[in-house]
């Protein structure tokens, strides 16, 4: 059947758009009804109907198959291999083929028609509460706004997202009223999937409710600065919240209440809508401290102090004379909500009841000065932990300005950018082993080994002993000043000829040392002579004496003689 395939096009995006479904989905949906509507007319529920739908071209074909086969067992769904080629001459059929009869939309009944429409209705219903569960799902536990559509007796409906849900009265803030079109926050408490399709629970007189509008009008719960421990609530009565703060020097119940109670405020402003009567909320401050918790729990009475018995979860409160209604409150619902925010079972007392009973029992002052200690101790060591952070991590023990020593940079991993601190390495290796050549004005004077003796006091003369002349030479030289000569001279000599060359490995390094040490060490500075004139006169006798000798007076023939009996 061929219809107008704009028109049906359109249709299918004007559903999708106001219903959310997708336009495939609402071909299955339509493929599948007209299905179950043509085997219900042909009148079986086991006929073999195929439907197929092209929205491109506008065209629906829907047509009953029956098997091809010799003999014929059931009409219903078998035809004979001579029917069939009967029927359908342009084809030549045999056992097995299937055999098509075609069926036009126009051929279906009207019974069948409203069957149809129906069919569509429920899958839509169906789909629509799928969207919304797959959509609500994820705010349970928030706040949503909505618009009153219709109100009655039992409570009001709110249209919410492309649907509508029912708030009973129970679940209105006391006695509330909402006129129709007027906006309302509701809170969804659960959202649940059944055979009918989602079915959300919303309210305003959970505490869930009420956890939402604090975290909305004040920040610091929104940012969790301050954390709501627990709330217990009567709506349209009064609700009481503990509030509690991880930082000590944060007050979390004066942060709630505001600025002459303004943040407050707003919160009461929003519960009991064109009410007679507004909610009261009473902040409390949470403590772990059992009774000053319990003792805050039933504000506004004073309490005078508390027994409790943590064994039992029982308390005994003992107030005022005066206090006792006010602590108890109008029909019990303050001693209630204590009861429920704390989980302890709370006895209120009087004080000359407590006195007749001789109950021993926590003042106020106690317990407020206990948690003030406690509050003073933490915000202590939030300073020592803030000074400690601040300053930078530096071992106990260590001089300040202290710089740990770095990894040493060898020649192989040295690149370009570090040479000059390779270079400055191998001049610090350097100048552990200097040998010190210097030349002397007119001659070179070896120095025998002396033995030097260190004393913590200078010394301005030195002694040496010459072993092969026994005798001694002062000299008026200091040694401070042969140090620094000797030092200036090294400085010179290493940055003028030394070789900067890093030893690679530890083998060369031990050759180099040990050549380093048996190599002589020449004395420069101020020139100082070892030897009297005397002995220098002497020296030079016998140099005299050496060069007169001549080879002719040397016998030759006793050295050979020498050499030839050690051959034998």
Do not use: W
Not at 355 to 367: D, I, R
């Amino acid at each position: 059947m061929a219809i107008n395939a704009a028109d049906f096009l359109a249709a299918l995006e004007e559903i999708e758009a106001s219903k959310g479904i997708s336009k495939q989905t609402i071909l299955d949906f339509l493929q599948e009804a007209l299905i179950k509507a043509y085997r219900k007319q042909l009148g079986g529920d086991d006929a073999d109907v195929r439907v197929t739908i092209d929205p491109e071209k506008g065209i629906i074909d829907m047509c009953h198959v029956k098997a091809v086969v010799e003999d014929v067992e059931d009409d219903f769904l078998q035809i004979s291999v001579q029917d069939a080629n009967a029927l359908d001459s342009s084809k030549k059929y045999k056992n097995g083929d299937e055999f098509f009869i075609p069926a036009s939309i126009e051929e279906l009944k009207k019974a069948t028609a409203m069957s149809v429409k129906s069919m569509m209705k429920q899958k839509f219903a169906e789909a629509e509460k799928n969207i919304l569960y797959e959509t609500f799902k994820d705010k349970i536990g928030t706040l949503i706004t909505g618009k009153v559509e219709k109100v009655d007796d039992r409570g009001i409906s709110v249209n919410i997202v492309k649907t509508s849900v029912y708030l009973p009265k129970k679940e209105l803030i006391g006695d509330e009223r909402f006129i129709v079109g007027e906006t309302v926050k509701i809170y969804v408490d659960d959202v649940a999937s059944g055979t009918k399709g989602a079915h959300i629970v919303v309210s305003r007189s959970k505490e869930g409710f009420l956890r939402c509008l604090l975290a909305e009008e004040i920040s610091e719960i929104y940012d969790g600065t301050v954390q709501i421990k627990a709330i217990a609530r009567e709506a349209g009565e009064r609700s009481k919240v503990a509030v509690y703060s991880k930082d000590p020097t944060i007050d979390p119940a004066g942060a709630c209440i505001g600025s002459n109670g303004g943040r407050i405020q707003k919160v009461v402003s929003q519960l009991g809508n064109g009410g007679i009567s507004k909610e009261k909320i009473d902040i409390i401050g949470y403590s772990e401290n059992t009774a000053l918790f319990i003792m805050e729990a039933l504000k506004p009475a004073r309490v005078l102090g508390a027994v409790v018995d943590e064994e039992n979860k029982s308390a005994i409160a003992i107030v005022n004379d005066d206090s006792f209604s006010l602590a108890i409150g109008r029909r019990g619902v303050n001693v209630r909500l204590a009861v429920k925010l704390t989980g302890y079972n709370i006895d209120v007392k009087t004080e000359t009841t407590a006195v007749e009973e001789g109950l021993t029992y926590v003042s106020l002052e106690e317990a407020t000065a206990e948690e003030n200690a406690k509050k003073a101790e933490q915000i202590m060591l939030k300073k020592a932990n803030e000074e400690n952070a601040a300053q930078p991590n530096v071992l106990r023990g260590l001089p300040e300005g202290y710089v740990a020593p770095q990894d040493r940079v060898y020649e192989e991993e040295a690149s370009e950018d570090n040479a000059d601190l390779t270079e400055a390495l191998e001049n610090e290796v350097e100048k552990k082993e200097v040998v010190i050549e210097a030349s002397v004005e007119e001659e070179k004077v070896e120095v025998a080994p002396v033995k030097e003796e260190v004393k913590e006091e200078p010394v301005e003369e030195v002694k040496e002993e010459v072993k092969e002349e026994h005798k001694e030479v002062k000299t008026t030289t200091s040694i401070e000043a042969l140090e620094k000569s000797l030092a200036d001279e090294s400085t010179r000599k290493a940055n003028k000829g030394a070789k900067k060359s890093f030893k690679k490995n530890n083998k060369k390094a031990d050759e180099e040392e040990e050549a380093d040490e048996n190599k002589p060490v020449i004395a420069t500075g101020e020139r100082m002579s070892i030897y009297t004139e005397e002995e220098l006169r002497e020296m030079e006798e016998e140099e005299q004496l050496e060069d007169e000798v001549d080879d002719e007076d040397v016998d030759y023939d006793e050295y050979d003689e020498y050499y030839d009996d050690d051959g034998r």
